[in-house]
Structure formats: structure tokens, C-alpha cells
């Protein structure tokens, strides 16, 4: 690989917003590049500027419309390999397809590892990802790859509403390892809930471990979508006397059905989460959205000047 001299960030179509904001943080302009389609839907990728010797950062989050965004970053890591870029980072604050990261029934893929290889074999160098759906997809990857938190970021707003003495709520046992780390930074005690999935869009949550009558709850997760799992921890930490119920969540891609279900539930007094991926709507405050593009722009930064990237897992603790 040739050394690489300079930054440049480039844009997917994804979240324009947020890698204008990171290239902000870094003081670099955003480089040329525009992501367009041919009228059948093929994606046509082109930089605008010279890309060669480049340490070039490629921001996607893999949100809906996810095929598209998916194959636009491929595309776009294919473009800056032939123009000799120096180094390319795929940079997903949100990394879609996780979810489905084991082979728990007959006949299923491993979407996550798929995922994975289709980066590396495009010709990424390196991945920067954001509170992964589990930690294990890391070792998907046989590249480089920095995987940063959102906590740092949402826990000064949490302290702030939650007080000095919350209870900390995974929502199912696949989230307590996050709720725990959650706890490390804002106290309080541990509850986690059982959980069912019925369907795509169905949840039940059956039983509650842990004490939270009188106490100001905070449900912690990777991400939401149809507001299920949410929704129904929050119920069941009421029925139990929870005092309030927040949620923290690092990626809220709610749909229309999810964002209705969440203003139906009073049980949540609001989401807190971050613009890994956009967000238009705050519900009338029922959504409250804090930016990771400093944490992500200083991982870049340090990334390029080869210098440590854990220290920001504990920033603003
Ligand atoms: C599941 O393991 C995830 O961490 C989330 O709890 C889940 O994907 C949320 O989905 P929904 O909002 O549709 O319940």
C-alpha cells in the first residue's frame, strides 16, 4: 500500500448531513464525489478531484433504502481503489444487515459476514462501525477495524434526565453486556427483561428481573425499528412501578409504523439517540438526537495520525 498524505471524506447519499458535519469537525472540505443512478437503477459513482495517494474516508451508514446504500458504498469503494487511493475506510455509523449474524435455524444466511466480505473484496482497507449489533462481527472482518460507542456521547444528556439513582434495562438478554456498560458510566442498579420474539414486527415481553418500583428507568439497545422491544419493556417496567421510563438507543430507524406505535406508548417519556443515521422527526420531543460526528471525526483523525483510538470510549464518562 502506498503512504498515504491527506484526509478526504467523502459523502454516500445516505447522510449527507453527518459526514458534512464530520468534515466540519476535521476542517477539510467534503470531497467531490456525486453518487447518481443510469434511469434502470444502476448506481454510477465518479470522484470529482484527484483521489490518488488519498487517505480517503467513505461515510455510509447502510440505512433504508439499505440494498441501495450498501451498493452505493461498495460502488464508491470500488471508484476510489481504481483511482488509487492510498488507504480506504468504509466508515458505517450504522452497519445494517447485522442482525443477522448466526445460523439459529435451518437454511439462513449469516447476512453480517456477508456483508463483511463484500467490503474487504470491494477494496476496503480498513472499517470504522458504531455499537455493532454484537461485538462478535468484529471478527468478521480479517481488515482493521475500529468499532466506536455512542455512549460517551448520549451519557452527559442521560445523567442530565435521569438523575442520580436510575435503573439501567436491557430489553433482552442479547443487550445486557450494553446495559452493564451503560450502568459502568451512569450507576444505579441492573434489570433486564425476557423477551420473545413472535415475529418481524411483534415482541412479547414476558417476565422483569430486578428491582425498579419508584426508580426513573433507562432501556438501553443498539437499535430501534418497529419500537417493539421498546414499547413492550417499557410496559412491563410500569406494570412493575417504574417511576419513569427512558430509552437510549444508538440507532433509531423507526419507520412510520414504529414512530405511530412509539407516540401511542406513554409509558416512554423519550428515545435519546444519535444521527448515525438521519433523523427528520423529533415527535415532538419525544425523540432527542445527539451527534456522533465529533466522536467519528476524531476517530478519523486519529486514524490518519496512527494515533490511539480507545482513549474515546471513555470521553465525557
Ligand atoms: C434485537 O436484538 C435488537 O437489539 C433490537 O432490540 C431489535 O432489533 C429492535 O427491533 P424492534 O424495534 O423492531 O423491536
Excluded at 472482518?141 to 460507542?149: A, E, G, S, V
Excluded at 411483534?202 to 418497529?226: E, F, M, N, P, Y
Aim: proline share 6%.
Amino acid at each position: 500500500m502506498e503512504e498515504a498524505k491527506h484526509i478526504c471524506v467523502y459523502s454516500g447519499s445516505a447522510h449527507p448531513k453527518l459526514s458534512q458535519d464530520i468534515a466540519a469537525y476535521l476542517g477539510v472540505p467534503l470531497g467531490k464525489v456525486h453518487p447518481t443512478k443510469f434511469p434502470d437503477g444502476e448506481i454510477f459513482v465518479q470522484f470529482e478531484e484527484n483521489v490518488r495517494r488519498a487517505d480517503a474516508f467513505l461515510i455510509q451508514p447502510t440505512c433504508a433504502p439499505t440494498n441501495d446504500n450498501l451498493m452505493e458504498l461498495l460502488i464508491m469503494i470500488d471508484a476510489a481503489k481504481r483511482a488509487s487511493a492510498a488507504r480506504i475506510t468504509a466508515v458505517l455509523p450504522y452497519f445494517g444487515y447485522a442482525r443477522q449474524d448466526r445460523k439459529d435455524k435451518p437454511r439462513v444466511p449469516i447476512t453480517a459476514k456477508l456483508v463483511a466480505n463484500l467490503l474487504t473484496v470491494a477494496g476496503a482497507n480498513r472499517i470504522i462501525a458504531m455499537d455493532l449489533h454484537s461485538q462478535q462481527i468484529q471478527g468478521f472482518f480479517d481488515i482493521p477495524m475500529d468499532h466506536l460507542y455512542a455512549r460517551p456521547v448520549l451519557a452527559p444528556y442521560l445523567k442530565q434526565v435521569l438523575g442520580p439513582d436510575p435503573v439501567v434495562v436491557a430489553p433482552d438478554s442479547g443487550s445486557a453486556k450494553m446495559a452493564m456498560s451503560y450502568g459502568d458510566v451512569l450507576g444505579g442498579g441492573f434489570a433486564v427483561v425476557a423477551k420473545r420474539r413472535i415475529n418481524a414486527t411483534t415482541v412479547a415481553s414476558s417476565h422483569l428481573v430486578g428491582d425498579v418500583r419508584d426508580k426513573v428507568c433507562v432501556i438501553t439497545d443498539d437499535l430501534t425499528s418497529t419500537a417493539g422491544t421498546l414499547c413492550a419493556a417499557a410496559r412491563i417496567l410500569k406494570e412493575n412501578g417504574a417511576a419513569k421510563v427512558y430509552c437510549a438507543v444508538s440507532h433509531c430507524l423507526l419507520n412510520e409504523a414504529g414512530k405511530q406505535k412509539l407516540l401511542a406508548t406513554p409509558e416512554i417519556e423519550q428515545i435519546v439517540t444519535t444521527d448515525a443515521v438521519p433523523q427528520h422527526d423529533d415527535l415532538g420531543g419525544k425523540i432527542k438526537v445527539v451527534s456522533v460526528a465529533p466522536i467519528l471525526g476524531e476517530a478519523i483523525r486519529r486514524i490518519h495520525d496512527g494515533k490511539s483510538v480507545s482513549s474515546l470510549f471513555y470521553i465525557n464518562h
